[in-house]
């Protein structure tokens, strides 16, 4: 039987956890799967150290039901361990400013995210 | 066919290489006013635009062999394409639906054309429609597209579709050094070709000023720079070569697919540029050789990234572009004449075929008071569902191939 999941026990299974995949190859990437998106080889999971540059970065407005609600930070963030992944952050957070992303709990969704606080560059 | 490709010898020589089998034309199309509320249902809007495509074909259904349609937000049916063709009578040898996001108004052409160039099929009706504005909750609305994101890993979040492409235009102003002023001017000149078409959702002028001072949806983006969501529907024929001098022929097709999800986009290059060369390789033709564009414009960055990337304008010049003109009616490259997404509106699968409609009725000379001043020879369609993730680009010729300059 090929195809088992391969990660299990992280933030989007409620683990303040957060993980990455990578093949015997060295290829990386974020969003889960079964094998390498690249070449196919078997994958293993592992936990970035979470240091990173802010790549893209939107306040988000969400208006539910016509009311106004406090905006967002939504930032795609180049992880140094080779990965790019979508988190939470402060916003208006600078494209470029080094950050840490960690696991931390979301009042507002009421369950685990990722997210990036600005460390000292 | 064998008679519209014999000629001199040189014109001869011009059919391109690429291309497989005969001539597949748009023969007939279809387009209803967009709006909030139409007071019709998904089927409808579709019956309504595909009757008037027959029409123009001069065809009834059951002369049709092929029904596609598009999804429906607000209907999710799992076989649209029966559900159409049944309502119409057509009885066809083929029905089926397809899902490509803004995508699939041209991805069901490029079928239709395959099928058709194949000989697989002789006629085949592609049409696109929903009550998607008020067919459901705008909150309803809103969480149904969002789900071109990965549910896990960016839904989660919070993340919509304008955030996904709000990510997009962020990279771009800082990547160009650029304010969102320069964006808003391809807000402005869809306002404008909309205020001259009676079918479009909005057609008030707006200047930049109006763009900038708008609520902000996702930062960068405000309203104006994205589009709204309407009612509305069309549809279009297509059958073998011959017919007519009403006949538009699909010139060059090409297609792209390297993500679905802007986590996993590669930001240096989409997959437009790879499809819209493969479309214009095909008919022969290059961006010097088009005389007119419609271009998806979900958000006015995603026009400008769609524009660059297909080589229409060099990396972060759409806007300053725009403002000089040169997508006016008077301009080089006259572009969503009818008001394109932003203006005309988006109904889902029918918005991105708005600008098909637009096209073939230019290339007609049939368009009125929009019309352009020199009838259009060879025009780029280009769409993009989900995150710039799945592109579809076709050339349309005014002439048959082979029918040299």
Redesign the interface.
């Known amino acids: 039987m090929t195809g088992a999941i391969p990660m299990t026990g992280d933030w989007t299974t409620g683990e303040p956890i957060l993980l990455a995949q990578r093949c015997a190859a060295g290829h990386r990437w974020y969003l889960p799967r079964a094998r390498c998106p690249v070449c196919s080889e078997a994958v293993e999971s592992f936990e970035p150290t979470g240091a990173g540059t802010v790549f893209a970065e939107t306040s988000l407005h969400r208006r539910s039901s016509g009311r106004d609600t406090e905006a967002v930070g939504i930032a795609l963030i180049d992880l140094d361990d080779g990965v790019r992944l979508m988190a939470r952050c402060r916003p208006g957070t600078r494209i470029g400013t080094r950050v840490h992303v960690s696991i931390v709990f979301d009042e507002g969704s009421q369950r685990l995210l990722p997210s990036a606080e600005e460390v000292a560059a | 066919m064998g008679q519209r490709r014999s000629g001199p010898i040189g014109e001869t020589e011009a059919v391109p290489q690429e291309r497989k089998g005969d001539d597949a034309s748009i023969i007939g199309v279809g387009l209803t006013p967009f709006s909030r509320d139409s007071g019709l249902s998904a089927l409808e809007l579709q019956a309504d635009a595909a009757y008037q495509a027959l029409d123009d074909a001069g065809l009834g259904a059951p002369e049709v062999d092929t029904v596609i349609t598009g999804y429906a937000t607000t209907v999710n049916h799992i076989m649209p394409g029966n559900v159409l063709a049944e309502y119409l009578g057509a009885k066809p040898e083929r029905a089926f639906g397809m899902n490509v996001g803004g995508a699939t108004g041209l991805a069901m052409l490029a079928e239709a054309a395959r099928l058709v160039r194949s000989g697989d099929a002789r006629t085949v009706l592609v049409v696109g429609g929903e009550n998607r504005a008020s067919g459901q909750t705008r ?1 309803a609305a809103i969480a149904t597209l969002a789900q071109v994101g ?1 549910a ?3 839904v ?5 579709i ?2 996904y492409y ?6 771009y102003l ?1 990547r160009h050094g650029l304010e969102r002023s320069e964006l808003a001017a391809l807000a402005v000149q869809m306002r404008t070709h909309a205020a001259e078409h009676p079918g479009a959702q909005f057609r008030t002028p707006i200047t930049v000023d109006d763009v900038l001072a708008a ?7 405000g309203l104006l720079d994205c589009c709204p969501m309407s009612d509305g529907a069309a549809a279009v024929v297509i059958s073998r070569g011959d017919g007519g001098v009403r006949a538009v022929t699909i010139a060059g097709l090409g297609q792209a697919n390297d993500h679905q ?4 986009a590669d930001f240096s290059a989409f997959g437009a540029g790879a499809s819209a060369g493969s479309a214009l390789a095909e008919a022969g033709v290059g961006v010097e050789g088009l005389d007119i564009l419609g271009i998806y414009d979900s958000f006015t960055i995603t026009l400008a990234l769609l524009l660059e990337e297909i080589g229409i304008v060099d990396p972060g010049t759409a806007g300053t572009r725009a403002a000089e003109g040169l997508f006016a009616a008077d301009g080089r490259f006259p572009l969503n004449l009818h008001g394109g997404l932003l203006s005309y509106g988006h109904s889902g699968v029918a918005g991105g075929m708005a600008h098909l409609v637009e096209m073939v009725t230019q290339m007609r000379g049939e368009a009125a008071n929009r019309q352009l001043s020199t009838r259009p020879r060879r025009g780029l369609l280009h769409a993009d569902g989900g995150v710039l993730s799945a592109h579809v680009s076709v050339v349309l010729d005014r002439e048959p191939t082979g029918a040299g300059a």
């Open positions: 909150d990965h896990s890993h960016e989660a979040l919070g993340a919509n304008p955030a709000a990510l997009l235009a962020s990279e800082h609520p902000p949806i996702a930062e960068p983006l999800h802007v986590s996993e």
